[in-house]
């Protein structure tokens, strides 16, 4: 439960005492483990009859599988059999995978020519397995801006909007509506930052016909890695928000009736380093397994050759003696009046049983009407 008012004022006071007196903090010891413990950022995970599989972000997608969601995780080479005749030499960011009408399906960014260092756009790529090869599909990306120097595509992003940066779109997502719809959830990079949707053909490999994309919320700050899911209360969606280098970055929710208009939002904070003690707790995931649970993949920065978070204020990406890197956590989320809640943390398998750790709840943080701004259709 938060501690608060004076009782959180003197929790203040103490550690200021104590940092004084012992310096830098240490790692805390009674925060969550990773269930795999290696760089392997922004994952995206799936359920398979043979287990799970996740995707990370890096060279043409690396990846990980496991029988049970508390590992062993086992990790492999890069799935993305070849970059598309439109992009150029880079990482491939934060994918999305869905099994759609028999085929894998991969929604990656890549980088392109035309937006400089960063700029990317969307494309997708199929295989037979989850664990790839995957194939780009198409000679053109799904998803790119007009400005691009790519072939056009299919969701060009007209008309323009001169108030975003030239720098690209990435974080692509998929989502089955209720009616079996599907669609495209993705961010306009930069600041401002938009997330935005657009409809897909039946098979998940294109645009449908007619289909333009529509501006769900926009931030003035950084929110990303959307991630869509339907309850009977409503649409949740969950997005990282922050500086992806440091501890402070965290995992919002906000919850819509309607799947287009997110203009009267709810908002709160699913995962922040208060209530979880992770560094920069991000880039989740949501995967529904065949026994009902719901777990939320995410990462987190690991320090100095353990696994516990690292601490402390900096870009972990910018202190190499620190050795930090994005490792991935697993939890349970249970929906209370339609809000994720964290049940509990997986621990990786072979943990000593009767963690503490498993039996906290954090409860959704308040919520406030979205301060992240409702976009127009």
Same mark, same amino acid.
């Given at each position: 439960m938060p501690i608060r008012g004076a009782a959180r004022l003197l929790v203040l006071l103490v550690t200021a005492c104590v940092l004084a007196v012992s310096g830098p903090a240490l790692a805390r010891t009674d925060v969550p483990r990773p269930v795999l413990d290696v760089d392997f950022p922004d994952?995206?995970?799936?359920?398979?009859?043979?287990g799970l599989v996740a995707y990370a972000t890096g060279d043409r997608v690396p990846h990980a599988w496991s029988r049970s969601a508390d590992g062993p995780w086992r990790r492999g080479g890069s799935l993305l059999a070849h970059r598309p005749s439109w992009s150029r030499e880079g990482g491939v960011w934060a994918v999305d995978v869905a099994r759609v009408r028999g085929h894998w399906l991969l929604y990656f960014a890549t980088p392109v020519k035309g937006m400089g260092e960063h700029g990317r756009c969307i494309g997708?790529?199929?295989?037979?397995?989850?664990?790839?090869?995957?194939?780009?599909?198409?000679?053109?990306?799904?998803?790119?801006?007009?400005?691009?120097?790519?072939?056009?595509?299919?969701?060009?992003?007209?008309?323009?909007?001169?108030?975003?940066?030239?720098?690209?779109?990435?974080?692509?997502?998929?989502?089955?509506?209720?009616?079996? +719809? @599907?669609? %495209? =959830?993705?961010?306009?990079?930069?600041?401002?930052? $938009?997330?935005?949707?657009? #409809?897909?053909?039946?098979?998940?490999?294109?645009?449908r016909t007619g289909a333009s994309s529509v501006e769900l919320v926009r931030s003035a700050g950084v929110l990303e890695n959307p991630v869509l899911a339907q309850r009977p209360e409503?649409?949740?969606?969950?997005?990282?928000?922050?500086?992806?280098?440091?501890?402070?970055?965290?995992?919002?929710?906000?919850? +819509? @009736?309607? %799947? =287009?208009?997110?203009?009267?939002?709810?908002?709160? $904070?699913?995962?922040?380093? #208060?209530?979880?003690?992770?560094?920069?707790?991000?880039?989740?995931?949501?995967v529904d397994l065949p026994d009902g649970r719901t777990l939320a993949f995410l990462h987190g920065w690991t320090c100095r050759g353990t696994s516990l978070p690292c601490t402390g204020t900096g870009k972990w990406d910018h202190k190499p003696a620190a050795r930090g890197h994005r490792a991935m956590y697993a939890a349970q989320l249970d929906w209370v009046g339609g809000l994720p809640?964290?049940?509990?943390?997986?621990?990786?398998?072979?943990?000593?049983?009767?963690?503490?750790?498993?039996?906290?709840?954090?409860?959704?943080g308040p919520s406030t009407r979205s301060t992240v701004a409702g976009g127009a259709r």
């Amino acid at each position: 439960m938060p501690i608060r008012g004076a009782a959180r004022l003197l929790v203040l006071l103490v550690t200021a005492c104590v940092l004084a007196v012992s310096g830098p903090a240490l790692a805390r010891t009674d925060v969550p483990r990773p269930v795999l413990d290696v760089d392997f950022p922004d994952p995206a995970v799936v359920s398979t009859p043979g287990g799970l599989v996740a995707y990370a972000t890096g060279d043409r997608v690396p990846h990980a599988w496991s029988r049970s969601a508390d590992g062993p995780w086992r990790r492999g080479g890069s799935l993305l059999a070849h970059r598309p005749s439109w992009s150029r030499e880079g990482g491939v960011w934060a994918v999305d995978v869905a099994r759609v009408r028999g085929h894998w399906l991969l929604y990656f960014a890549t980088p392109v020519k035309g937006m400089g260092e960063h700029g990317r756009c969307i494309g997708v790529a199929r295989s037979t397995s989850a664990r790839g090869p995957f194939r780009p599909v198409g000679s053109a990306p799904l998803v790119c801006p007009s400005y691009a120097a790519t072939p056009t595509a299919q969701d060009p992003l007209l008309p323009r909007d001169p108030t975003l940066p030239r720098a690209g779109v990435i974080d692509p997502s998929w989502f089955r509506d209720a009616d079996g +719809s @599907t669609y %495209l =959830l993705y961010k306009t990079d930069r600041r401002p930052a $938009t997330v935005r949707i657009v #409809a897909l053909a039946r098979d998940g490999q294109s645009v449908r016909t007619g289909a333009s994309s529509v501006e769900l919320v926009r931030s003035a700050g950084v929110l990303e890695n959307p991630v869509l899911a339907q309850r009977p209360e409503g649409y949740v969606l969950l997005a990282s928000e922050g500086d992806w280098t440091r501890c402070g970055y965290r995992t919002r929710w906000l919850r +819509s @009736t309607s %799947l =287009l208009d997110w203009s009267l939002a709810e908002t709160g $904070t699913l995962l922040d380093t #208060a209530t979880t003690g992770l560094c920069g707790p991000g880039g989740a995931d949501l995967v529904d397994l065949p026994d009902g649970r719901t777990l939320a993949f995410l990462h987190g920065w690991t320090c100095r050759g353990t696994s516990l978070p690292c601490t402390g204020t900096g870009k972990w990406d910018h202190k190499p003696a620190a050795r930090g890197h994005r490792a991935m956590y697993a939890a349970q989320l249970d929906w209370v009046g339609g809000l994720p809640v964290v049940a509990g943390w997986l621990d990786p398998r072979g943990a000593p049983a009767g963690d503490p750790r498993l039996s906290g709840r954090t409860r959704p943080g308040p919520s406030t009407r979205s301060t992240v701004a409702g976009g127009a259709r």
